[in-house]
């Protein structure tokens, strides 16, 4: 069967509204939001130690792109920068977070001696 140009036409009228609809109507079920900074959850990522075959600054930039940061690298390593507002001042600067280290256990002390713990010498008279 071959294809008239009144079945082409008829079939034209009825995609272009569709595409129409659908052009206006896809952008509603978009949510419009800027991505927040979450510097505790930011922190709690940073406190566990990273798996044996990733570097540091690699799982640091992981962490901080997955809680909407800027991996920022500074003199004291990998840290992580928290968006700039749109209607920031010229003289502001950005937030950057370094990451959080876990605590080191009681064996650390008990590996040096005890000289964390040892008293401060009194001064010489």
Same mark, same amino acid.
């Given at each position: 069967?071959? #294809?008239?140009?009144?079945?082409?036409?008829?079939?034209?009228l009825?995609?272009?509204?569709?595409?129409?609809?659908?052009?206006?109507?896809?952008?509603?079920?978009?949510? *419009?939001?800027?991505?927040?900074?979450?510097?505790?959850? *930011?922190?709690?990522c940073?406190t566990?130690?990273?798996?044996?075959?990733?570097?540091?600054?690699?799982?640091?930039?992981a962490?901080? #792109?997955?809680?909407?940061?800027?991996?920022?690298?500074?003199?004291?390593?990998?840290?992580?920068?928290?968006?700039m507002?749109?209607?920031?001042g010229p003289?502001?600067? !950005?937030?950057?977070?370094?990451?959080?280290?876990?605590?080191?256990?009681e064996?650390?002390?008990?590996?040096l001696?005890?000289?964390?713990?040892?008293?401060?010498?009194? !001064?010489? !008279?």
């Amino acid at each position: 069967m071959a #294809v008239t140009s009144r079945s082409g036409k008829r079939r034209h009228l009825l995609v272009l509204p569709a595409v129409a609809v659908a052009c206006l109507a896809g952008p509603s079920g978009v949510a *419009y939001a800027s991505p927040v900074f979450d510097v505790d959850a *930011y922190a709690q990522c940073t406190t566990t130690a990273p798996p044996p075959d990733q570097d540091v600054d690699g799982f640091v930039s992981a962490c901080c #792109v997955q809680f909407a940061g800027v991996p920022a690298p500074t003199r004291f390593g990998m840290g992580c920068a928290a968006p700039m507002r749109a209607d920031a001042g010229p003289d502001e600067r !950005p937030l950057i977070v370094l990451p959080s280290r876990a605590l080191p256990d009681e064996q650390a002390d008990a590996d040096l001696n005890g000289l964390i713990d040892m008293p401060v010498p009194e !001064p010489l !008279p």
